[in-house]
């Protein structure tokens, strides 16, 4: 892992969740939580540079040192106690910690079940309002320069989790004594108010060039060899000695009181991780060049590196395209696959992770049935469905699970029994009940453990794939839902009803819309994500339809609504009148449209047929396209 982390095989985010389970920390535990760097220190501009050193925190500096003033007192506060190892008063820097289940428990205290762990670890109750966290500005200024007693470090979710920076459980956690009433984290400037830009300018940061080149640097002081000894003396870097869990033995303390004591003082202010270097950590390879000096091709985790498909949105080129078995209709399936092109008709889904069947429906018997891929002839039938009237769509999340519905707008979620790699039974596990319309389309993701349902009666419902339960619905759409899909990489969901599509968070918030079609004749049929980076949530969406055109949206920031406005009008898009708006600037814009019909031919066409299907390879470098026709063609920056 280190030797991927140098080459930028992987994120720094990844690395440092991969060392925080190394040292036994992990999100079950509260007192060894997993700990993350701050590594920003501009929490005031208006807007955020990171080509700057100076935007960034020092990483090679405790927390305890950001200041030449701050880490004076603290070097005067060890000078001044005697070595006694075992008291209270032992010699150290710093007599609080960097991670602790009070710090965990403040940070996320806006979300459930982190409220009642706050409440329950104060005695019942919040905080008082001043001392809570309110403002990621005021919270680094006390950590790295105003408070003496806190020298806190962040956690996971900072990067990650916008939600948890929003009191959505309308808690009420207090009025500050300037009148302030404690609600949603005040953000910095350069965030706009928004969390998710927040977070996604945040996580930018710690995968920058800067982070990159001096993360190092922290790993030493958190895990590695200046974590204690004389090494940790000289970075101003020792705690004290009851925090060092490996380093002392209770069961050599024979008195219960001074047992108890140290158990207490462990459980209030943290635990030091496990030590995982003895030496200097490396650092990571320069942007660009692998440990032999040569250029590498960085891969999708890589600082702020977009892979080809997305950074080359413009030089897209037709690549040929050579499909196992061609479908004789119209598209409704396409895989990518390592060993090729798969694709099936309409009605019919490919079923994971080999491929090599498939799951077939819409007979006028109201049967289904599984075949070979490439084979007309039905290995099994069954006439379980019938009773759940027309099957409409079904997505098949694993091997052993197929989920329909259609016109009772029930949805039925099955498990394949297979005996010797035969489909032998297919037996109902869950009617979910929740639509009042037919079931026009589905998504799942595996991932994230849940699917979404889409129906007639313009609503969408999320379910858990797990418990096979009711989550959330998204509100009401402007017409009959036509396509849904869920990004494997931030949980977002993509909706889709007549020619407007919609972007939701996981938990129902709505991110973005946008009307994709000039025409008022043209609407949707198909859609999915093309993943940029596991951690960018401004991933690409594709829409396919009717008139046959693909087009591509990426979300952009954007300060003054009227500019996006302004873009859409450009080509005749309007938002739908009366829709959910989102408050924080959050807009889709076409980046790229596509005429499968014209690239084909090389001339345009009155009559192109509805694209049908849509895939990205998985290193989003290649884009599928499926139509009405039966005919597939591929784009990739390479052609």
């Given at each position: 892992m280190l030797q991927k982390w140098q080459k930028r095989e992987i994120s720094n985010f990844d690395y440092l969740m991969y060392l925080n389970t190394l040292a036994g920390r992990s999100y079950n535990d509260y007192m060894q939580y997993p700990v993350f760097p701050w590594v920003l220190a501009d929490y005031h501009s208006e807007t955020l540079n990171l080509t700057n050193p100076h935007?960034?925190?020092?990483?090679?500096?405790?927390?305890?040192?950001?200041?030449?003033?701050?880490?004076?007192?603290?070097?005067q506060r060890y000078n001044e106690v005697e070595k006694s190892e075992g008291d209270l008063s032992a010699q150290c820097h710093y007599c609080t910690h960097y991670s602790s289940a009070i710090i965990v428990a403040s940070y996320l205290v806006r979300l459930e079940p982190f409220?009642?762990?706050?409440?329950?670890?104060?005695?019942?109750?919040?905080?008082?309002?001043?001392?809570?966290?309110?403002?990621?500005?005021?919270?680094?200024?006390?950590?790295?320069?105003?408070?003496?007693?806190?020298?806190?470090?962040?956690i996971p979710e900072f990067f990650y989790l916008p939600e948890f920076?929003?009191?959505?459980?309308?808690?009420?956690?207090?009025?500050?004594?300037d009148g302030t009433v404690l609600g949603d984290v005040q953000l910095p400037p350069w965030a706009d108010g928004d969390p998710h830009k927040f977070i996604l300018l945040h996580r930018q940061a710690l995968e920058s060039d800067y982070v990159s080149a001096h993360l190092h640097c922290w790993i030493d002081l958190i895990f590695g060899h200046k974590q204690h000894g004389s090494a940790a003396v000289e970075a101003v870097n020792t705690y004290h000695p009851y925090f060092y869990g490996d380093k002392m033995d209770l069961n050599k303390i024979k008195d219960p009181l001074i047992k108890s004591t140290i158990l207490g003082f462990i459980s209030n202010f943290g635990q030091i991780p496990k030590q995982l270097f003895t030496k200097p950590h490396p650092s990571r390879n320069a942007q660009g060049k692998s440990s032999s000096g040569r250029e590498t091709v960085l891969s999708l985790h890589s600082s702020g590196i977009?892979?080809?498909?997305?950074?080359?949105?413009?030089?897209?080129?037709?690549?040929?395209?050579?499909?196992?078995?061609?479908?004789?209709?119209?598209?409704?399936?396409?895989?990518?696959?390592?060993?090729?092109?798969?694709?099936?008709?309409?009605?019919?889904?490919?079923?994971?992770?080999?491929?090599?069947?498939?799951?077939?429906?819409?007979?006028?018997?109201?049967?289904?049935?599984?075949?070979?891929?490439?084979?007309?002839?039905?290995?099994?039938?069954?006439?379980?469905?019938?009773?759940?009237?027309?099957?409409?769509?079904?997505?098949?999340?694993?091997?052993?699970?197929?989920?329909?519905?259609?016109?009772?707008?029930?949805?039925?979620?099955?498990?394949?029994?297979?005996?010797?790699?035969?489909?032998?039974?297919?037996?109902?596990?869950?009617?979910?009940?929740?639509?009042?319309?037919?079931?026009?389309?589905?998504?799942?993701?595996?991932?994230?453990?849940?699917?979404?349902?889409?129906?007639?009666?313009?609503?969408?419902?999320?379910?858990?794939?797990?418990?096979?339960?009711?989550?959330?619905?998204?509100?009401?759409?402007?017409?009959?839902?036509?396509?849904?899909?869920?990004?494997?990489?931030?949980?977002?969901?993509?909706?889709c009803a007549g020619s407007y599509l919609y972007l939701w968070t996981v938990n129902g918030q709505l991110l973005a819309s946008v009307n994709t079609s000039c025409s008022p004749e043209s609407c949707i049929v198909c859609c999915c994500f093309a993943e940029v980076l596991d951690w960018d949530t401004r991933s690409i969406i594709i829409t396919g339809s009717t008139d046959g055109v693909v087009r591509l949206w990426k979300t952009e920031y954007t300060n003054i609504p009227d500019q996006a406005a302004g873009l859409r009008l450009q080509r005749g898009m309007m938002e739908e009148p009366g829709s959910m708006g989102n408050k924080h600037g959050k807009h889709l814009v076409l980046c790229r449209e596509l005429n499968p019909s014209l690239a084909l031919t090389g001339k345009p066409s009155k009559t192109s047929p509805a694209v049908t299907a849509l895939a990205v390879s998985r290193n989003s470098s290649k884009l599928l396209v499926g139509d009405d026709w039966g005919r597939i063609c591929c784009w990739s920056m390479d052609g």
């Open positions: 935007t960034f925190r020092d990483l090679s500096k405790p927390m305890g040192a950001q200041t030449m003033e701050r880490k004076r007192k603290f070097i409220t009642q762990t706050f409440c329950s670890l104060q005695g019942g109750s919040f905080d008082v309002a001043d001392r809570m966290f309110h403002s990621v500005r005021s919270t680094w200024e006390s950590a790295s320069r105003d408070n003496m007693s806190d020298v806190r470090e962040l920076l929003t009191n959505a459980n309308h808690f009420e956690l207090g009025c500050m004594q977009l892979p080809p498909f997305v950074s080359s949105l413009q030089n897209l080129k037709l690549s040929p395209v050579t499909v196992k078995d061609n479908p004789k209709g119209a598209i409704g399936h396409i895989v990518y696959t390592e060993k090729g092109i798969l694709a099936v008709e309409k009605n019919k889904v490919l079923i994971p992770p080999l491929w090599s069947k498939t799951f077939c429906w819409g007979f006028e018997d109201l049967t289904c049935c599984f075949r070979n891929y490439g084979s007309e002839k039905n290995v099994t039938t069954f006439e379980c469905m019938a009773d759940w009237g027309k099957c409409l769509c079904a997505v098949c999340p694993s091997a052993t699970t197929i989920i329909t519905s259609g016109t009772s707008s029930v949805v039925c979620v099955w498990e394949i029994s297979l005996v010797k790699d035969k489909v032998k039974h297919l037996n109902l596990r869950q009617a979910l009940y929740g639509h009042t319309q037919a079931v026009t389309c589905l998504a799942a993701s595996v991932t994230y453990s849940i699917f979404v349902s889409g129906s007639d009666d313009r609503t969408c419902i999320i379910w858990d794939l797990n418990r096979l339960t009711y989550i959330n619905q998204l509100p009401a759409h402007g017409a009959s839902l036509c396509s849904v899909a869920i990004n494997n990489s931030t949980s977002d969901i993509i909706s």
